[in-house]
């Protein structure tokens, strides 16, 4: 029994270093579960491939914590049917920690920088290729990113504002997801200097004021926020001329966001408190020519909104929008 699970701990270890070898050569932006317990091969099958007997248990479990990236496992819990003394070991064991240990050459610098509590980003988050991915860790600020990090992902945690140094000098980053947290305030320059930030998901917080965002991004979604009357600045989209998507459902706007840019294709704005549309919304009066071919997604269900008083608002675009037409 003691055996069974011991082997069967490190043939999850290997199978663990088999996907992470094919995660890390195939990068990919969207979440990867790699959870040990998904691959739960029997030990036999493992046996014919690996002669795992002749690996350190100490080594093993290090590479255990890199690569499950859990926090949980810096104490390490023992191993099912492993007795005490062999736990004390690995605890009294740095290597676990430092992930610059001299076995592990080629983890080092992988970890990324240290958070507050004094352990690499890479250890506390996963760290695949140039994605972060920090969801559901309980965190209360955004943790220090590694130089390279492209895509950020710290969704279901417990941040409750972003710094203007959260993200400085965060050159490569390219999306940012903060979807539910408690964010409640963003520094004005936490956003506006990331040359290359494409897609920037902040739903689900309690935003009031949105700060100067830059003109690259592509992608925005601010839904259950609280913007109301005034959290977002005049022209705030005007320059960004390769946005597509802009996602503001459940905010109490009580107003569309002008001028759009000609790039964007859907506009979210459900549940909100919108009461009135010009005709010059989207299109332009004094032009019957000009067409808004991109935009073909407009949602203004959910507002107080009779779009029947304007008929002549919509003549450009490709598609009514969805809403009130009573
Ligand atoms: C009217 O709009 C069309 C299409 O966008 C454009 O080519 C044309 O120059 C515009 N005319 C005027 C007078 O602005
Ligand atoms: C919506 O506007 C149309 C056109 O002005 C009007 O006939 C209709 O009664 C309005 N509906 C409501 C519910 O106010």
Do not use: W
């Not at 036999?44 to 255990?64: G, S, V, W």
């Not at 920090?134 to 990113?145: A, S």
């Not at 400085?168 to 990331?194: G, M, P, V, W």
């Not at 506009?267 to 000009?290: A, G, P, R, S, W």
């Amino acid at each position: 029994m003691r055996k069974g699970g011991k082997m069967k701990a490190l043939a999850r270890i290997f199978l663990g270093l088999v996907i992470f070898d094919a995660a890390v050569t195939v990068p990919t932006p969207e979440p990867i579960n790699y959870d040990s317990e998904a691959y739960d091969a029997t030990v036999e099958d493992l046996d014919t491939l690996y002669n795992y007997e002749n690996i350190p248990i100490d080594q093993a479990e290090t590479e255990r914590v890199m690569l499950s990236g859990n926090r949980e496992l810096l104490t390490p819990a023992p191993l099912p049917g492993e007795n005490q003394e062999e736990d004390e070991d690995e605890e009294s064991t740095p290597r676990l920690i430092d992930g610059s240990s001299p076995q592990e050459p080629e983890f080092t610098g992988l970890l990324g920088p240290h958070t507050n509590e004094d352990f690499p980003t890479c250890l506390l988050c996963t760290c695949i290729g140039t994605t972060v991915y920090c969801d559901d860790h309980e965190l209360d600020t955004v943790p220090p990113l590694p130089k390279n990090t492209a895509y950020f992902y710290s969704r279901f945690n417990r941040i409750k504002k972003i710094n203007k140094n959260d993200f400085a000098s965060l050159n490569d980053l390219k999306r940012i997801d903060l979807t539910s947290n408690l964010i409640s305030e963003i520094d004005e320059d936490a956003f506006r200097k990331l040359p290359h930030l494409r897609e920037l998901v902040l739903r689900d917080n309690k935003i009031r004021q949105l700060p100067e965002l830059p003109a690259t991004l592509t992608f925005i979604d601010i839904s259950n926020n609280r913007l109301g009357r005034k959290g977002i600045k005049q022209e705030a989209f005007k320059d960004m001329y390769d946005l597509h998507h802009l996602y503001l459902t459940d905010n109490n706007l009580d107003h569309i966001p002008l001028p759009l840019p000609e790039s964007l294709r859907a506009l979210h704005l459900q549940n909100n408190n919108i009461l009135e549309m010009h005709e010059d919304t989207f299109c332009n009066v004094k032009n019957l020519t000009y067409i808004r071919k991109a935009l073909e997604d407009i949602r203004l269900d959910g507002n107080p909104i009779n779009l029947s008083k304007t008929p002549q608002a919509y003549m450009c675009l490709p598609r009514l929008p969805i809403g009130s037409l009573v």
